[in-house]
């Protein structure tokens, strides 16, 4: 694609062009490194803060990113004991991790939406998916590890039979295994399909409104694209949320005695 | 979607992520947040603490103050009764002073009259008798003159 053609010279071509990742290898081996680039980049700065922060706590008055953090965690606490009856020592940093990894993912959203692809371009790459969330791979990974907890957590509480007897068992009582047996089932893939769906859908149709706005002439591309931002913003904090709650919830119901 | 690399690729991120933020981010601070938690009830409990001694000394404080007051009044009214009954004693010595004083200037004072009266009479003899020579010179009748002279020394 030629760099100085504007955008609305072939909107088809504009808009599959952006969706489209950098990817390397085939087939198994295809690797998004744009995705893999961004969310490992994002995770890196948490995690250097993380540490910067959680090597010289302080049990006296906290300040600066001590605070933010404590208010943070308080804030996750709060949400994991009013969802566990009994204490769970990794919920808790699941939950801060996906909030603050979903929402640092998704507010790649804001960066205008040609910046860094163009940048890319100049160096000689050409496809760039800056938003790591809109790609399923990022939020179906997520949500995969948090249901194999949620199953390891449903084995280690009720054990393995147990496991299985919640499959045959519910809704409808023994004498209707088989359509409980294919309810559960659908009910507990159900969850980490819809929580993985819900992100990328979300995220996915953000950046598409966010294209399509750019394909407006340049002197109406401020009003819409300025207020989609502002309405995205609540979106993006809302669907970070969303999956932190829905998660520490899915784990909580993994790791109760009985239904 | 495929089940690729990426995949698998973020799995791994996402699970040391979570290690890592668990390790060094979680656990220290959560920590911090309840030794926090605990310094400030044990500096409440102190206070309290504190607190409470205050008004034991305080009560202990107005008790000794009380029992300082009556002591000192207790003191006082003993110290009054005693100086009362100095002055008591003083007085009535002092009248018992000047009563005996009263008593001997009084003696001293009859002794006084009586010897004066008998200076007087024999004054008033001698006058007499004076009076008598005179007489004597003028008119020789002893008889009535020593009737007078008697009469008057008898006086």
Redesign the interface.
């Given at each position: 694609m030629d760099n100085n053609a504007p955008a609305t010279d072939n909107p088809v071509d504009y808009i599959q062009h952006h969706l489209q990742p950098l990817a390397v290898g085939d087939g198994f081996w295809r690797i998004n490194i744009d995705t893999m680039f961004f969310s490992i980049l994002l995770a890196g700065i948490v995690m250097i803060i993380a540490y910067r922060v959680g090597k010289r706590v302080s049990d006296g008055a906290p300040s600066g990113m001590q605070n933010v953090l404590e208010s943070l965690i308080d804030f996750v606490n709060g949400l994991v004991k009013e969802a566990f009856p009994k204490p769970n020592k990794i919920v808790g940093p699941i939950g801060l991790t996906i909030f603050v990894w979903v929402l640092l993912m998704n507010a790649m959203d804001l960066i205008p939406v040609d910046l860094l692809p163009k940048l890319a371009d100049m160096m000689g790459i050409h496809y760039l998916k800056v938003v790591p969330t809109t790609d399923p791979h990022t939020t179906f990974a997520m949500s995969l590890s948090i249901f194999l907890l949620c199953i390891y957590y449903n084995v280690k509480i009720k054990g393995f039979g147990g496991y299985m007897k919640s499959f045959m068992v519910h809704p409808f009582g023994i004498y209707l295994a088989p359509v409980n047996f294919i309810l559960t089932l659908v009910e507990e893939l159900a969850k980490p399909l819809s929580l993985a769906l819900r992100l990328f859908g979300n995220m996915f149709t953000g950046e598409l409104v966010f294209l399509l706005i750019a394909l407006l002439p340049w002197y109406i591309i401020p009003i819409p694209g300025s207020l989609w931002a502002i309405f995205h913003i609540l979106v993006i904090t809302l669907q970070a949320f969303i999956f932190m709650v829905l998660t520490i919830m899915y784990i909580s119901m993994a790791s109760e005695e009985s239904h | 979607?495929?089940?690729?690399?990426?995949?698998?690729?973020?799995?791994i991120?996402?699970?040391?992520?979570?290690w890592?933020?668990?390790a060094?981010?979680?656990e220290?601070?959560?920590?911090?947040?309840e030794?926090?938690t605990k310094?400030i009830s044990d500096g409440l409990a102190a206070a309290e603490q504190g607190q409470k001694k205050i008004e034991q000394a305080t009560i202990e404080f107005s008790t000794r103050i009380d029992q300082a007051k009556t002591q000192a009044s207790s003191i006082i009214t003993d110290a009054e009764s005693k100086s009362k009954n100095i002055v008591e004693e003083a007085r009535v010595a002092a009248r018992e002073e000047a009563q005996k004083i009263a008593k001997t200037s009084s003696q001293q004072l009859e002794q006084e009259i009586n010897v004066a009266r008998e200076k007087l009479k024999a004054e008033v003899a001698a006058m007499s008798l004076l009076c008598a020579e005179k007489i004597i010179s003028k008119e020789i009748d002893k008889k009535m003159h020593d009737k007078i002279i008697d009469e008057v020394v008898n006086k």
């Open positions: - | 979607m495929n089940v690729t690399a990426t995949l698998f690729g973020q799995m991120t996402f699970i040391v992520f979570v890592f933020i668990k060094y981010l979680w220290p601070l959560t920590q911090a947040m030794s926090r310094k």
